[in-house]
Each structure stands twice: as structure tokens, then as C-alpha cells.
């Protein structure tokens, strides 16, 4: 693919922000989309976050602003998690307020898995978003309403992209994503299961780690996919 561009725009969830690999906060430099922007010498930028849905990803992108110049990577996620806006303000784990939330199962968030925010998922019950969650996920759990949404969300993204006549890469997250037209696999397998499948170093979390972002680069690079 041969394009202009001057910056490397990723969103996506975890894998794309870079958890675990020890410079997350705000994003790393070490994610496979951080290590094109190095190859191609450009700016770089990211709009993915922990445990975020497929609604939230596309919404980071819609309030991203100016997509000028951007040659934009978006690794989707497990089209289980499901992204809405609250009526209400919440703090997150970093004390700033917002409405968004992404429901997932067996969300971490909401079952004290992380220690050091205890704080944060007692807040999360106060405001009942744990009934929320088992609500929505005993009505509307199943995976034609999760592949329906994933699909709205990507397709939205799409229509974006192509009416900015911004560049992009779609990447699946899973392989529940791979036979989606135009979102790419790895080796015809989705991230998560291509660093299984290559037994690569993963975090206590299970995030991959450097190993595993050098290589998709590298593939991506090698297929002029960027």
C-alpha cells in the first residue's frame, strides 16, 4: 500500500494501549502500531484503552477530531464486551470523571480483581453498574447481538475513514473477528490467538508482550499493509 501520511493513529483495547509492557500510561511506544509509526519515522498517537468494547473503540475514533494526515490502525476487540453511555458522571481509575463504560464478562473491573482499585469497583457497585451488567448480560447476552453491534461499529468506522479519505488498517482482535470483510487477520488467525499459537512471553494479565508486537509488525510491514 503506498499512501501519505505523517502520523500513526491506534485505537483499539489493552493489547493496542500497551498494558504490560511497562510504559502504558498514556500508551506505549512498544505496541506493534507504535513500532510502524518508528518505522516510517511519524508522529504517533493512541486512543485505546483497557478493556474497551468494539461501541467504544469507534466512539474514541468519532471524537478524535481532526483525522488529517493520519494513517489510522484499528485493532478490534471481543465483540462479547458491550460499550454505553451513562446518564451519569463516574470517576475511573485515574479520578477523572466520565460516562462511559464498557460491560464485559466476567469484568474485572466489577469483582475486585485488580487490588489497587478497590476504591474505584466499590464506586462501581454503589452506582449499581454491576446489576446493570448482569441485566444486560441476562437479556442480551448472545453472539448474534454481540456480532450485530461489532459489526455497527466497524462499519461506522469504516464509513468515517472512507468519507475523510483517511488510510486504515483493520486488524482482528480475536478470531471470532476474522471472516468480517476487510478486517485482517495474522496469518488467518486474530491477535490473541496468533501469540498463543507462537507461545509468545505474555504479562501476569496475559497481555503479549515485546516479542509479540515486534512480530506483527514485522508482518505487517512485510505485506505493505501500511
Same mark, same amino acid.
Given at each position: 500500500?503506498?499512501t501519505h501520511f505523517?502520523?500513526?493513529?491506534s485505537?483499539?483495547?489493552?493489547?493496542?494501549?500497551?498494558?504490560?509492557?511497562?510504559?502504558?500510561?498514556?500508551f506505549s511506544?512498544h505496541?506493534?502500531?507504535?513500532?510502524?509509526?518508528?518505522?516510517?519515522?511519524?508522529e504517533y498517537?493512541?486512543?485505546a484503552?483497557p478493556s474497551?468494547?468494539?461501541?467504544?473503540?469507534?466512539?474514541?475514533?468519532?471524537?478524535?477530531?481532526?483525522?488529517?494526515g493520519?494513517?489510522?490502525i484499528? &485493532?478490534w476487540t471481543?465483540?462479547?464486551r458491550l +460499550?454505553?453511555?451513562?446518564?451519569?458522571?463516574? /470517576? $475511573?481509575?485515574?479520578?477523572?470523571?466520565?460516562?462511559?463504560?464498557?460491560l464485559?464478562?466476567?469484568?474485572?473491573?466489577?469483582?475486585?480483581?485488580?487490588?489497587e482499585?478497590?476504591?474505584?469497583?466499590?464506586?462501581l457497585?454503589?452506582?449499581?453498574?454491576d446489576?446493570l451488567?448482569d441485566?444486560?448480560?441476562?437479556?442480551?447476552?448472545?453472539?448474534?447481538n454481540?456480532?450485530f453491534?461489532?459489526?455497527?461499529?466497524?462499519?461506522?468506522?469504516?464509513?468515517?475513514?472512507?468519507?475523510?479519505n483517511?488510510?486504515?488498517?483493520f486488524?482482528a482482535g480475536?478470531?471470532?473477528?476474522?471472516?468480517?470483510? &476487510?478486517v485482517?487477520?495474522?496469518?488467518?488467525? +486474530?491477535?490473541?490467538?496468533?501469540?498463543?499459537? /507462537? $507461545?509468545?512471553?505474555?504479562g501476569?494479565?496475559?497481555?503479549?508482550?515485546?516479542?509479540?508486537?515486534?512480530?506483527?509488525?514485522?508482518?505487517?510491514?512485510?505485506?505493505k499493509?501500511?
Amino acid at each position: 500500500m503506498t499512501t501519505h501520511f505523517n502520523k500513526i493513529l491506534s485505537s483499539g483495547c489493552s493489547f493496542i494501549q500497551g498494558s504490560e509492557l511497562g510504559d502504558e500510561y498514556p500508551f506505549s511506544k512498544h505496541t506493534y502500531p507504535a513500532l510502524i509509526s518508528q518505522h516510517y519515522n511519524v508522529e504517533y498517537d493512541c486512543v485505546a484503552y483497557p478493556s474497551a468494547s468494539n461501541q467504544g473503540i469507534a466512539k474514541s475514533l468519532f471524537d478524535y477530531g481532526n483525522l488529517s494526515g493520519c494513517f489510522v490502525i484499528v &485493532q478490534w476487540t471481543f465483540p462479547s464486551r458491550l +460499550g454505553l453511555q451513562l446518564s451519569y458522571p463516574f /470517576k $475511573n481509575k485515574h479520578g477523572q470523571d466520565q460516562r462511559w463504560f464498557d460491560l464485559a464478562p466476567n469484568n474485572w473491573d466489577l469483582i475486585n480483581h485488580f487490588n489497587e482499585y478497590r476504591e474505584y469497583t466499590e464506586q462501581l457497585k454503589n452506582l449499581e453498574i454491576d446489576k446493570l451488567h448482569d441485566m444486560v448480560y441476562r437479556h442480551a447476552g448472545n453472539d448474534d447481538n454481540f456480532m450485530f453491534y461489532t459489526l455497527l461499529a466497524i462499519r461506522a468506522v469504516q464509513q468515517l475513514l472512507v468519507s475523510t479519505n483517511t488510510p486504515y488498517l483493520f486488524v482482528a482482535g480475536c478470531n471470532a473477528l476474522r471472516d468480517i470483510n &476487510q478486517v485482517h487477520t495474522i496469518e488467518g488467525l +486474530g491477535f490473541v490467538e496468533y501469540c498463543d499459537k /507462537k $507461545n509468545f512471553t505474555k504479562g501476569k494479565h496475559n497481555h503479549p508482550l515485546h516479542d509479540a508486537h515486534k512480530s506483527v509488525c514485522n508482518l505487517i510491514l512485510e505485506k505493505k499493509l501500511v
